[in-house]
């Protein structure tokens, strides 16, 4: 059993885990807002992945992106919010890097850290909507978050990114104090595949004797 103290969980999770179960699917018209989101995603030629090659659905615009367009608010600097790009070497024997984001409040002193995997899918993912996650997570927690971006599926075979999920988490573990943040309050986070990437690397990190995170954030994980 992997023992550390869970800080947070799925909402999908609390359902069943309370007895409510899944919701039910059922038909509901989206709000106005919703709506012209939806709209401008169709204006900006948003096609189904399924319908598309593999390098055409990884440029399907999201929601995010369309929300964006809307809102106009694309590119806008999160208000106290530093925000740095790094990479690093991915799992070992393997080619390429990890790329990585820091988001890191101005006046970040000893603050704990969310180290966060982006949604999308296995072999999908949208910067935007990474970026937009991991700015909300610093902003209303006033926590340094790291945004880490393993290799993709076809052309890293299962599991390099897992390997690379590890291998980004020991990487970032070791670059904490640098940041101005608390190695010793550790967030492991992730959205969809990153949620299991998150749990997959809590894992692995309890298996291969790595230093644990304090808690789990898994947003809708699959």
């Known amino acids: 059993m992997l023992r550390f103290p869970v800080s947070f969980i799925s909402a999908t999770a609390l359902l069943v885990l309370s007895g ?5 699917a059922t038909r509901v018209a989206p ?38 367009a809307i809102f106009n608010v694309q590119g806008l600097p999160a208000p106290g919010i530093e925000v740095s790009q790094f990479s690093q070497p991915a799992a070992s024997g393997a080619a390429g890097s990890i790329g990585a984001t820091l ?10 850290v969310i180290v966060y995997f982006p949604g999308g899918t296995w072999v999908t993912r949208r910067d935007a909507d990474a970026d937009e996650t991991a700015r909300q997570l610093s902003i209303r927690t ?4 790291v945004s880490l971006r393993p290799r993709l599926a076809p052309e890293a075979r299962f599991p390099a990114i897992h390997d690379d999920a590890l291998a980004a988490y020991q990487w970032a573990r070791g670059q904490m104090r640098g940041w101005g943040a608390d190695p010793t309050r550790v967030v492991l986070a992730g959205e969809g595949p990153g949620a299991n990437l998150a749990l997959s690397t809590a894992l692995a990190a ?14 809708t994980p699959w």
């Open 103 to 112: 988001y890191r409040p101005a006046l970040a002193k000893n603050t704990p």
């Open 142 to 145: 006033g926590w340094v978050v």
């Open 31 to 68: 709000t106005p807002e919703m709506a012209d989101i939806l709209s401008e995603r169709v204006a900006m030629n948003a096609k189904e992945r399924s319908s598309v090659s593999l390098q055409e659905a990884r440029d399907v615009p999201s929601l995010v992106e369309a929300g964006h």
């Open 206 to 219: 309890r298996d291969r004797r790595v230093a644990l995170p304090d808690g789990l954030l898994l947003i």
């Open 20 to 24: 409510c179960g899944a919701p039910s």
